[in-house]
């Protein structure tokens, strides 16, 4: 059975960083993208980064040029890193992937981390 698990969130400063980790685990046959989702209270859960198999990236608006996305394929897992944070990216981030598995092919969702960045 497939399973995402995420981890790295926690409480930071304005200003400072954070790195999240999620590592794909199971019979996976291909990763066709991973990335990364963030919802706040009371919003939608809205597209932060995502990363293909040919590591083509896409970045949401409001955290280009702060947030980057890697991959390690050895080890199936996506990272985040996230610099100069602001209030605003306060959220539960989730990790997803899009993948191949024994029962198809779907998409996986991590089990969420908070990041709170304290104004």
């Known amino acids: 059975q497939v399973q995402l698990v995420e981890s790295g969130g926690g409480l930071v400063q304005t200003g400072g960083s954070l790195r999240l980790s999620c590592a794909a685990s199971?019979?996976?046959?291909?990763?066709?993208?991973m990335g990364w989702y963030r919802q706040a209270p009371g919003k939608q859960r809205d597209l932060v980064a995502q990363?293909?198999?040919?590591?083509?990236?896409n970045y949401a608006d409001s955290v280009k040029g702060r947030f980057t996305i890697s991959r390690d394929n050895a080890k199936n897992t996506v990272y985040l890193q996230m610099n100069n944070l602001k209030p605003e990216d306060t959220a539960v981030y989730y990790c997803?992937?899009?993948?191949?598995?024994?029962?198809?092919?779907?998409?996986?969702w991590g089990q969420g981390t908070q990041v709170t960045v304290s104004s």
């Open positions: 990363i293909t198999s040919d590591s083509i990236t």
């Open positions: 199971g019979t996976i046959f291909r990763i066709n993208a």
């Open positions: 997803y992937s899009d993948l191949v598995s024994l029962t198809g092919r779907r998409d996986y």
